[in-house]
């Protein structure tokens, strides 16, 4: 599976920003990750093709994920956003419904989201 993101840029706090994951297959689960300056690499939201979607606790109410299965597009709407949701964000596929977790097989090559106060 290959997966090009698209999107993502720079924004004043309070902003919003989109983010796009083209992928050459319709996998079963997507999901969008983070990398800040911690380096830890983080779940922010993902998406199954039945359109069940899981959350980080820190962007619920903010951020959307949803799917275009017709052209295999995963999307992130990012509202409201904050100096903290600062990172590289990466796409991730999975024939397994992951969710959150970290292991998925197949990533993009990630996309930075820089969010200034």
């Known amino acids: 599976v290959q997966l090009v993101e698209s999107g993502g840029g720079s924004t004043q706090t309070g902003g919003s920003l989109v983010l796009a994951c083209t992928a050459s297959t319709r996998p079963k689960c997507m999901g969008w990750f983070r990398q800040g300056t911690n380096n830890k690499r983080e779940g922010v939201a993902s998406i199954e093709n039945d359109g069940s979607t899981s959350y980080a606790d820190s962007v619920k109410g903010r951020f959307t994920i949803s799917k275009d299965n017709a052209k295999n597009t995963l999307i992130l709407q990012m509202n409201s956003l904050k100096p903290e949701d600062t990172a590289m964000y990466y796409c991730?596929?999975?024939?397994?419904?992951?969710?959150?977790?970290?292991?998925?097989?197949?990533w993009g090559q990630g996309t930075q989201v820089t969010v200034s106060s």
């Open positions: 991730a596929a999975d024939d397994f419904k992951l969710q959150l977790a970290r292991h998925y097989k197949y």
